[in-house]
């Protein structure tokens, strides 16, 4: 092999250049996980068929105490689920956590789910299935007991338990609005 050959770098035809960013611009480093929890389709009959449509529900997470839920809709699956992840990063918000666990026992009723979430000793692990369960990896909880008591509608599991997230206080916030000052 020649000195020609070996410099040379060979690239398929078909492959496009690569894009550089603008300069100046900030690099664009997404921390966010992301889990799909559930996909609709829907069918609208129509003279000349069916019409399909999709609806995404999205969870994304820090693992660090935030999370977020989007939910997207589109007539195709992949654009539903990249709105839906749009809307959840827009839609972010802070988790009040206890080392590894929640910070007290919460009840929260959406619609017909109602969910139940306690803290749990260090080891223990997410103890909670369906909807529930991605919405406390995405925000770092480690462990906790969970129960979903009312209906198994995954959409409706998921937005209780993000509500009963947010809902939560700290015993700070709790003096704060004492007018205490913690110990």
Do not use: C, W
């Amino acid at each position: 092999m020649t000195e020609q050959n070996k410099s040379k770098v060979e690239t398929p035809a078909n492959a496009a250049p690569a894009k550089a960013a603008p300069a100046g611009a900030p690099e664009q480093k997404d921390e966010f996980g992301e889990r799909l929890v559930n996909v609709r389709r829907t069918t609208k009959v129509v003279k000349g068929g069916k019409n399909f449509s999709f609806s995404a529900l999205v969870v994304v997470g820090d693992r660090n105490g935030h999370v977020g839920l989007g939910i997207g809709k589109a007539n195709e699956m992949a654009d539903a689920i990249r709105k839906a992840g749009e809307h959840a990063r827009r839609n972010v918000v802070p988790v009040s956590l206890y080392g590894s666990t929640i910070t007290h026992m919460v009840t929260y009723r959406f619609g017909a789910a109602k969910i139940m979430m306690r803290p749990a000793s260090a080891g223990t692990g997410v103890i909670a299935g369906g909807g529930m369960r991605p919405v406390l990896e995405l925000a770092g909880i480690k462990d906790v007991f969970g129960k979903s008591l009312g209906a198994k509608n995954a959409v409706n599991v998921v937005k209780a338990t993000f509500e009963a997230l947010t809902s939560m206080k700290t015993r700070k916030s709790i003096l704060e609005k004492r007018d205490r000052v913690a110990l």
